[in-house]
């Protein structure tokens, strides 16, 4: 099993070497301009990058609530421990498709280590469910900041914005629906369940069904037991993931003040330009979580980054910027994680 394990991180860090390799090949902008850009941001680049080590930090922590709750199991597993396997696990899901297919197995691989098998799956599965689950609650808020804004008259309040805005508000208030009932029952043995439906995939989750079937319904029960018995520990994660999407918008907003956009200076105007980074992360995450299953949501986040920024009125040039800085973030940020796959325990 142990050799299965190491064959397996090679074969997660592989792909991840192969994703960087083709996003670099596949920028949309020659390496001159690309240059050009990094030129720009300048020393900007250094908050700009490190600004991420404080949302892995939080994004650790909200996982480390989770894994020591009793409800989980009230295991004790190093901070930095926790951190390492965050990064990591996120270097896997932006350089694989279908964001998750890479990250979170290997986070159960390597937590399982320490905690064993079931309470890892139960641990990342939960963490995941918290992290949607804030980011709908980011949405949801973002829409009455976008709302104060426009009243007063900050950002255009077109027909379009309001259906947008609707359908967003929508779309939030059906997930908290569901995710109310899934952190009450769980929703692992119903999800493998509902696949048995999906064409190919019957016969194997019959049989999932039967020989792990027990082992799915201990987890829900793990889930459903945060919820009810460590509201503690489930707020805490909560806050530490909605709060880590509100800090990431200060990368945004670092690359406002380089096109010299802080709406008159001073702690009103930084202020706002941190309000309106918080919209355009908002939209841009929401676009790019719709339409994930891309590698690097290639040409989806670029999208998003165009989108919000033209629905604020700026200008199109700051929308290619902030794209390609953050993609020279990412990347930066993926090298990390895959060598921090090679540092530490070993099989």
């Keep these: 099993m142990k050799w299965n394990k190491q064959r397996l991180n090679n074969l997660f860090l592989l792909v991840g070497i192969a994703a960087v390799v083709v996003m670099l090949f596949t920028f949309e902008v020659s390496f001159v301009e690309l240059w050009d850009h990094i030129c720009h ?21 909200a996982w480390s609530a989770i894994v020591r709750s009793p409800a989980v199991g009230d295991a004790r597993v190093g901070f930095w421990r926790m951190l390492k396997l965050t990064i990591t696990g996120y270097a896997l899901n932006y350089a694989t498709p279908v964001g998750g297919l890479g990250g979170e197995p290997y986070r159960v691989m390597e937590l399982s280590k320490d905690i064993g098998n079931r309470r890892a799956t139960s641990s990342v599965i939960l963490y995941v469910m918290m992290h949607f689950f804030s980011h709908f609650w980011f949405w949801f808020v973002s829409i009455f900041i976008y709302l104060a804004l426009a009243y007063y008259g900050r950002v255009p309040f077109t027909p379009v914005m309001r259906i947008l805005l609707a359908l967003t508000a929508a779309v939030c208030l059906l997930a908290f629906y569901f995710f109310s009932r899934g952190y009450r029952k769980g929703m692992v043995f119903s999800a493998v369940r509902a696949l048995a439906h999906v064409p190919f995939l019957t016969r ?11 082992t799915l319904r201990t987890i829900d029960h793990e889930i459903a037991a945060l919820h009810q018995h460590d509201r503690r520990a489930f707020y805490t994660s909560l806050l530490l993931e909605f709060f880590s999407r509100v800090v990431q918008s200060a990368e945004v907003m670092f690359m406002l003040l380089l096109f010299d956009i802080d709406f008159g200076g001073g702690l009103g105007g930084l202020s706002l330009a941190f309000v309106v980074s918080v919209l355009i992360v908002a939209v841009t995450s929401l676009l790019a979580n719709i339409l994930g299953f891309l590698p690097m949501q290639l040409g989806v986040q670029e ?23 953050c993609r020279v973030r990412e990347i930066v940020w993926i090298a990390l994680g895959l060598a921090l796959m090679k540092v530490g325990r070993h099989s």
């Design 41 to 61: 941001a300048g020393y900007w680049l250094i908050p700009i990058v490190g600004i991420w080590l404080v949302i892995y930090g939080m994004n650790a922590l």
């Design 204 to 214: 194997w989750c019959i049989r999932f069904l039967r020989r792990r079937g027990h």
């Design 303 to 325: 999208g998003g980054f165009v989108v919000s920024i033209a629905l604020l009125g700026f200008e199109p040039a700051l929308g290619i910027f902030v794209c390609i800085i």
